[in-house]
């Protein structure tokens, strides 16, 4: 008879940290206001969408993209002004960048650094490529606390340092003199997350030639392109030669490629957008710090953050009224009974508004 074979499980194969990770959970939004996710809530102009149809009918999609995304990253040029001797990497989105960082400088025992809270993809990507995490918490006005960032560059001395610029879920720009003192004492790569520069009022690009461990990494999903997963990595051509050997062939697709160059050459239409929306965020920002119970902060991105008592029935009341938010209550200590509100249309966050009084007034 055959010996007994031993069970081929998970907990036998899959290390413990990727075990111990929660999957990221993106919910349901039939039927809701979509405001979870950062998104830009405008369509296109029709001619434009016009025209993205036209090339979209002749594009070979039966060949593989140009692998090195070439008129992508013509149209990228066009629109970012990088300093001399710099060059860019494309990307699947930001989350394949953040990844292609961590493995290429994942030795045994290599440090990822960021600040907490903060995207939750730098953590689950440093489990992923098998280096160790270290958050350093934000004060609790969600500014840098910049002598604990420094003792703790110091003590764990990072490989990898991220930042973002503006924070992500709290939306603030960090100082800027700040971030140049951690470049500074930084012994490996720091990389300034620029997924909302659109709405933002400063960028590091024009740091870049200034810092050799400085790169800036930046996606074109809250512009109005989420549905292409487009980003790129800008730094220098020296980091980047060594990094482009950890892009996987063909990571960017052909229809992400064509449709996302034809965008860039319509730059201005997607910034007046970003205008509309920065516009609406001011208002809505107004609409929040008047509303009893209800502490809202000051954003540089395309989202707010605001505190209220009881935060969790707040969200669920919010979805029975069809609206979709995010709630960030428990995620960490200083965002206890915080939710975050992408800015909408003025449709949008007029019904969002009167939903919100709405459960406030019956809790």
Not at 55 to 83: C, S
Not at 87 to 95: E, F, K, R, T
Not at 123 to 141: S, T
Not at 308 to 321: M, P, S, Y
Request: with cysteine; glycine share 6%.
């Amino acid at each position: 008879m055959p010996s007994a074979r031993i069970a081929v499980i998970p907990e036998r194969l899959i290390r413990p940290e990727i075990r111990a990770l929660d999957v990221y959970h993106v919910p349901p939004a039939s039927g809701m206001i979509k405001l979870d996710a950062m998104e830009n809530p405008y369509l296109l102009p029709q001619e434009l969408r016009d025209e993205i149809a036209r090339a979209v009918a002749d594009a070979q999609i039966n060949r593989y993209p140009d692998a090195g995304a070439q008129q992508l990253k013509a149209g990228i040029r066009q629109v970012v002004e990088l300093p001399p001797g710099t060059d860019i990497l494309p990307g699947n989105g930001s989350d394949e960048l953040i990844q292609l960082l961590a493995l290429a400088v994942a030795k045994p025992g290599a440090v990822l650094l960021s600040v907490e809270p903060s995207f939750v993809m730098y953590r689950m990507i440093a489990a992923f490529a098998g280096m160790q995490y270290v958050g350093v918490p934000l004060r609790e006005d969600f500014s840098l606390d910049l002598e604990a960032m420094l003792a703790s560059i110091k003590h764990e001395q990072p490989a990898l340092v991220f930042l973002a610029y503006p924070n992500n879920p709290t939306g603030n720009l960090f100082d800027a003199a700040a971030v140049c003192q951690i470049i500074e004492a930084a012994p490996g790569l720091v990389v300034l997350d620029e997924a909302y520069y659109a709405f933002a009022s400063d960028s590091f690009i024009p740091q870049l030639a200034h810092y050799d461990n400085l790169l800036v990494m930046r996606t074109f999903s809250k512009l109005g392109m989420a549905g292409l997963r487009v980003g790129f990595l800008a730094g220098s051509a020296a980091w980047l030669s060594q990094l482009e050997k950890l892009r996987l062939p063909y990571n960017v697709g052909v229809l992400p490629q064509l449709v996302a160059t034809r965008l860039l050459a319509h730059h201005d239409v997607l910034l007046a957008q970003a205008e509309s929306i920065k516009q609406e965020r001011g208002r809505l920002l107004n609409a929040l710090q008047a509303t009893p119970g209800v502490k809202a902060y000051p954003s540089e991105a395309n989202f707010i953050l605001f505190r209220v008592a009881g935060a969790t029935a707040v969200f669920e009341g919010l979805k029975q009224r069809s609206v979709l938010i995010r709630n960030l209550d428990g995620g960490h200590p200083v965002l206890h009974d915080c939710l975050r509100v992408t800015v909408g249309t003025a449709t949008e966050n007029e019904r969002f508004t009167a939903a919100l009084r709405e459960c406030l007034q019956t809790m």
